[in-house]
């Protein structure tokens, strides 16, 4: 989680305590108000570890993808080349079974 950005915890703001004063705001709106925001943190909190979770995954998966790529473009012998060799065995085994037939 980003803490070095995140000042409080929903532990603080639960625990936070103001001082009243005579003219001072509604203790019971001010408590009411600090639970919504407890909640909306919690949902924030929440969100942001299922957002590096996905975000670990996403380039997991990419990375395995890119490897993959990069082996079967390795491995496989190109198109062309794999069809020159087919016409050419193809061609030698007229030769042996015709003859020289197909050439007059």
């Not at 943190?41 to 929440?46: D, G, I, L």
């Not at 065995?89 to 050439?103: A, M, P, Q, T």
């Amino acid at each position: 989680m980003y803490n070095q950005e995140v000042k409080l915890t929903t532990k603080e703001i639960l625990e936070k305590e103001f001082k009243t004063s005579m003219r001072g705001y509604s203790q019971d709106e001010v408590d009411k108000f600090l639970d919504v925001v407890i909640q909306d943190y919690e949902v924030f909190q929440k969100k942001i570890e299922r957002l590096e979770q996905e975000i670990h995954q996403l380039r997991t998966e990419a990375k395995r993808a890119a490897s993959e790529r990069q082996t079967r473009h390795q491995t496989s012998p190109s198109v062309g080349s794999t069809n020159y060799d087919i016409l050419q065995r193809l061609s030698n085994l007229e030769k042996k079974v015709f003859g020289n037939k197909l050439y007059e």
